[in-house]
């Protein structure tokens, strides 16, 4: 993600992980900027440093606890107004199951429901839940989006058969959650409302 972000033009982008091997295959690929280091750690050292973070894949390899600790972390060093993007599998996927247990280093799971919930636990205002879509960038990617497409509209009138609901439900196997960090937040810690 790093080295796309530079070929587009940005400078000022940083990227880090706990994996010695991602780093080396990173700089390997000419990315600059790149370093192993701890989440948890990098970001409370850096408060109000960075107007986006994004975190893909991973929070979803953390324990409940560490979630909330990583959001505190990633809140404080945002910029007001700075915005957190990540991406993990979705348990309302109907292969939600298949996401959850297709890596044994998987702790927890969210649904476009639980993400925001916990986000606006750490403080952040929701900008939206959004799904991961094939992307076209041939005829088979072209006939596999469009086969998505069709196959979509069964699982969203499943859905509101069962329950009613037909839009704004997010299926995609993998989804972002976007938040921003609040201007004046009204961070709650009573996890027995969660």
Not at 1 to 7: D, F, G
Not at 82 to 96: D, E, Q, R, V, Y
Not at 110 to 139: E, N, W, Y
Request: with cysteine; aromatic share 10%; proline share 3%.
């Amino acid at each position: 993600m790093i080295l796309i972000l530079q070929r587009m033009g940005y400078t000022d982008v940083r990227g880090i992980d706990l994996s010695r091997e991602q780093i080396e295959e990173a700089i390997s690929m000419g990315a600059r900027n790149v370093e192993v280091a701890d989440a948890f750690e990098y970001l409370s050292g850096r408060r109000e440093e960075f107007n986006l973070i994004l975190a893909l894949d991973f929070i979803e390899h953390l324990t409940k606890e560490e979630v909330l600790s990583f959001l505190d972390a990633a809140h404080g060093a945002l910029v007001e107004g700075g915005i957190l993007i990540l991406s993990t599998p979705n348990m309302a996927s109907p292969f939600g199951a298949r996401m959850a247990f297709g890596d044994f280093t998987h702790e927890v799971g969210f649904t476009p429901v639980s993400i925001a919930q916990v986000l606006r636990t750490a403080g952040f205002d929701m900008v939206g839940i959004f799904p991961c879509k094939p992307v076209v960038h041939g005829l088979a990617s072209g006939l596999r989006w469009l086969a998505w497409k069709i196959l979509s509209v069964f699982v969203k009138l499943y859905l509101m058969a069962e329950t009613g609901l037909f839009e704004g439900e997010v299926h995609t196997q993998v989804m972002y959650a976007v938040g921003r960090k609040s201007a004046s937040p009204e961070v709650t810690r009573d996890l027995s409302e969660l």
